[in-house]
Structure formats: structure tokens, C-alpha cells
């Protein structure tokens, strides 16, 4: 990965696509843990691919990329999930104390596993989610999900404890650090 870095440093169009197709699952998997709409979670991807491009020529460490537009598109999504819940709150305030429907997605190709593991993930808030999946998904270490998010890595150790014992709390199985 670091050679497709480092041309796609250089210029190569190509090779920045190909670094893209290689991390396109582990961005969407990101992305959804803390945007609910598919759309939103397709812009945000779409605008870290666009700042990334841009910005290549600025990464001075071709091996921390993958941390690099990780942390580009956590930033992306924050920006979009703000948005949408200014917009929410003040639809809050219009409509006092009534409730409006949520919007609901339907993946055919899901599988009860799947569907199992997410309902877990929603019982977790954002910061213990991205914990998690950066954790036990992506297999990034506390330190360096410490400097994805920006925060010490006590911090990181504390969410994945507490979500651990939600999950545990919720049936689910979460073991190790």
C-alpha cells in the first residue's frame, strides 16, 4: 500500500483510486457508525476522497494514510452529523412534542449476524461505536485510535471498557484488549 502511496503522492490518479477501492469498506463501516442516513454517509466518503486527493502532497508519512484519511473523514462526518442535528433540534422546537418517523433502511443482502451485531452497536453512543469498530474491526491500536480521535489514549481504554459491559449487558460477546 505505501508504493500506491507514494505515487498517488506524485500525481498518479490511478494509483489514488486503487488506495481507495483497498480501504472503500472499512470508510463506509466508519461512516455508518455515526451517520444513520446512507446518503450522508455516501457524501461524507465522497468529500474525504475529494480532501484527501487534494491534500496528498501534505501527508508526509506514507504509512499512516489509512489513520490519515481516517481521521479526514471522522472529521467529515462530524461536520455533516452537526448539520443534521441543528436541523433536527429546531424541527424539535417547531413541532414541540410531537414525533416524526424515522426513516428506515432495508439491506436485502443483510443477514441475521449482521443485523445482530448491529443492533448491539446502536445500544453504544458514538465515541464508545468508533472505539469499537476502529478497535476490533480495523485492528488499529488504543494509541493510534487516541490520535485518530484526537484524545489520550486512557480515554480510548475507558470506552471500550464501558462498551464492552453494555454489550456484555446486551447479550452480546466482546473479549480482550
Not at 470508510?27 to 476522497?49: G, H, P
Not at 501527508?59 to 473523514?73: C, H
Not at 484526537?150 to 464492552?164: G, L
Request: charged share 30%; aromatic share 8%; hydrophobic share 35%.
Amino acid at each position: 500500500m505505501e508504493e500506491l502511496v507514494n505515487r498517488s503522492i506524485s500525481g498518479d490518479k490511478a494509483a489514488f483510486t486503487e488506495l481507495i477501492h483497498i480501504i472503500q469498506s472499512d470508510l463506509f463501516r466508519i461512516a455508518k457508525t455515526r451517520l444513520d442516513n446512507i446518503e450522508d454517509v455516501n457524501d461524507a466518503i465522497q468529500e474525504t476522497m475529494i480532501i484527501a486527493y487534494k491534500s496528498m502532497k501534505t501527508l508526509k508519512n506514507p504509512q499512516f494514510f489509512k489513520t490519515w484519511i481516517i481521521k479526514i473523514l471522522i472529521n467529515e462526518c462530524n461536520k455533516i452529523y452537526e448539520k443534521k442535528n441543528r436541523k433536527n433540534i429546531l424541527f424539535d422546537k417547531i413541532l414541540k412534542f410531537k414525533s416524526t418517523p424515522n426513516e428506515t433502511y432495508t439491506d436485502t443482502s443483510s443477514i441475521d449476524t449482521k443485523v445482530d451485531v448491529n443492533n448491539l452497536l446502536e445500544s453504544l453512543n458514538y465515541e464508545e461505536k468508533i472505539c469499537i469498530i476502529l478497535f476490533y474491526n480495523n485492528n488499529y491500536s488504543i494509541n493510534e485510535i487516541a490520535e485518530i480521535l484526537d484524545t489520550s489514549p486512557n480515554t480510548i481504554k475507558s470506552r471500550i471498557t464501558r462498551a464492552k459491559k453494555k454489550l456484555k449487558n446486551k447479550g452480546g460477546v466482546a473479549n480482550g484488549t
